[in-house]
């Protein structure tokens, strides 16, 4: 696969150009595909409930008036799922009911992820929690949960056991992965009780990739495919979360503040448990760092500068460019991967699929989205 | 149906300990049932959302340490899925899987709805959100949620999709009631966006009765039941919940506090839209009940004393245990209709299970749970 974020291989700007043309095409085709029946299912909660979900989506304002500029995510999962579908050598329409669970899946996360987080702003509005109150956002999220099981569940022709088993295993995850995130605050740098990159690479998996995961697999799911095929895309999605948590870091801390959106140094300042931080601390190198990290409660920008020069010096920028890349490496192995079966029409969409995928994948890296 | 409720007929103490004796059998015997299974469930959660988990069920102190005085809620839904699949013609132990389910679902529902409700005590313990902060209490709260979908999906030998798309129907209908119950606190008390009974019935009916409902039936749709069954399960849960509800207001304004274990006019001074208050406000006797309520920002004591006794000379707390009978009536009818096979075994399991749900229904509105 051609990496051509600027995190992992700044000097492609054209590769990247074009695959970023070509997945903004997609999200957006796929935006269009899963509108209707995603609002269709908004539709159908408690009108107070569904102008939270709306307003969590970027479809409004509080209060419901419509927004002028679209304030929604990119659909990466919705867009995942109508692929995963077309991987499965089906129509990309197969994976829509798959693609709205997942989608609401996802708002619910963000929903109750910042209140937990207590991050004031998203996609620059003001989170659900500070606009509509907390005890409001906690009932939204259980409802757009609620809802994404509902329209599993209610899904005609589809092994709608495998579907929900999917679904609520990818649930599960995301919970501990939260759960460990919010647990890593509060240990030591060093020492025994130290965050290891093992235990990372788990929360990464569980809190960012079992969702990434559960939507390309689950499009599958609907589309019949064979277990294989289901349990190769679900392994791509979670290889992709993991890759997509590590480039995070990496931009937190060497990102251009005016295109990641983040400010310069954020993580280091907040003392997150980073990859490139944990991978540094891991090295013959570490001993300043460690000294620098231990001794302040949190860092002032200057020490900041400093911890992120000589987590550089350490080797921590340059592991976690490796381990990105080797989880990138992972999803296209399990893409490569994919039964072919004598159907032309089945396997040209599966071909056809898995070159989006790669895009996709592309893009993500690149950080467009 | 002998009720027995000191809220509806306070004469007959002596039914009333009788059918408390029977329904105090009844919840242990489940609780022994279901406990193995629902512990089971727990173990699967990452340690640090089980012991919250484990906190909020009663079972242990903050930290994890067991409790010496167990602490936890009676678990009627429990009994409920157990005695439903009874109904149902089955032995209880097949509605282990959906007592389980509610059980969960239910103590998800405490956990986020005692920080919507902001309250910091349940059982005379801190509320989970008191006891290790919101942003964990609502993760625990999602956890639950998805280890009950989860639970019921893996569920060997079952209509995997009847059973899910039952625990989500009533996980909409309980997300919906609460939305209702928290708008209805900003509503005005007379005028035409005065909230009407029948508002009041249908949020009653989706906060509570859902959770009953989907208790009841549950287990007999793990049995395997006719679909007559299940709906006639589910209809008498969603009564009871409205009953029960009336009931709680009830026992809110004329309870002993002593029993109640809550404050005395507790939901007066809160202001709260209960169903004595919205009856007698519907009454041509209204009028110094109304000027009253709309006087004030919120009712001191004294003022509550004297809204409870105008109420009453309204006609509030008769036409709510008019309503509260009513519910309890069509529980009854529920009961009755349930289907007799020729199979003499599942129809002594039926007869038997009714007669105990009976006990139970009566424990119930008898306020001894």
Same mark, same amino acid.
């Given at each position: 696969?051609?990496? $051509? ?46 102008? *939270?979900?709306?307003?969590?989506? #970027? ?48 708002? /619910? ?6 209140? *937990? ?27 757009? /949960? ?22 609520? @295993? ?32 788990? *929360? ?8 990434? #995961? ?129 159907? @032309? @029409?089945?396997? $040209?969409?599966? @071909? ?10 592309? /893009?993500?890296?690149?950080?467009? *989205?």
């Amino acid at each position: 696969m051609t990496t $051509t974020s600027s995190a992992l291989s700044p000097a492609r700007p054209a590769a990247g150009q074009r695959a970023g043309e070509r997945a903004s095409h997609l999200l957006e085709h796929s935006r269009a595909l899963v509108r209707p029946a995603l609002a269709e299912a908004i539709a159908r909660l408690h009108p107070w409930v569904g102008e *939270m979900a709306a307003y969590s989506l #970027g479809w409004c304002e509080p209060g419901g008036a419509p927004v002028s500029v679209p304030a929604g995510g990119k659909g990466l999962r919705q867009a995942l799922a109508v692929l995963g579908a077309e991987a499965a050598g089906a129509p990309r329409s197969t994976g829509v009911t798959a693609a709205v669970a997942v989608e609401l899946v996802h708002t /619910f996360s963000l929903l109750h992820d910042d209140i *937990m987080d207590g991050d004031p702003t998203r996609r620059g509005r003001p989170t659900a929690w500070k606009a509509y109150g907390t005890g409001p956002a906690v009932l939204a999220g259980d409802a757009l /949960f609620a809802l994404a099981v509902e329209t599993l569940a209610a899904t005609p022709g589809t092994d709608i056991p495998a579907a929900v088993r999917h679904l609520s @295993t990818a649930l599960n995850d995301l919970v501990r992965g939260q759960a460990d995130d919010l647990l890593f605050e509060s240990r030591p740098w060093t020492g025994p009780e130290a965050v290891r990159p093992d235990e990372y690479r788990a *929360m990464a998996e569980h809190k960012t990739g079992a969702l990434l #995961g559960c939507a390309t697999a689950l499009g599958a799911v609907l589309a019949d495919a064979p277990r294989e095929t289901v349990a190769a895309l679900d392994r791509a999605g979670r290889h992709l979360g993991v890759a997509f948590q590590v480039v995070d870091d990496l931009l937190g801390i060497w990102g251009d503040p005016a295109v990641t959106g983040k400010p310069v140094h954020a993580d280091l300042l907040r003392g997150k448990k980073t990859f490139p931080v944990l991978a540094a601390l891991g090295t013959p190198a570490a001993g300043p760092l460690a000294r620098l990290l231990n001794s302040a409660g949190s860092l002032d920008p200057a020490d900041a500068r400093r911890a992120a020069a000589l987590i550089e010096d350490a080797g921590g920028r340059a592991a976690a460019t490796a381990e990105a890349r080797s989880h990138i490496a992972a999803v296209e192995a399990c893409l490569n991967d994919l039964p072919r079966t004598s159907d @032309t @029409t089945r396997t $040209t969409r599966t @071909t056809h699929s898995t070159h989006d995928l790669r895009a996709l994948l592309d /893009f993500l890296v690149c950080r467009e *989205m």
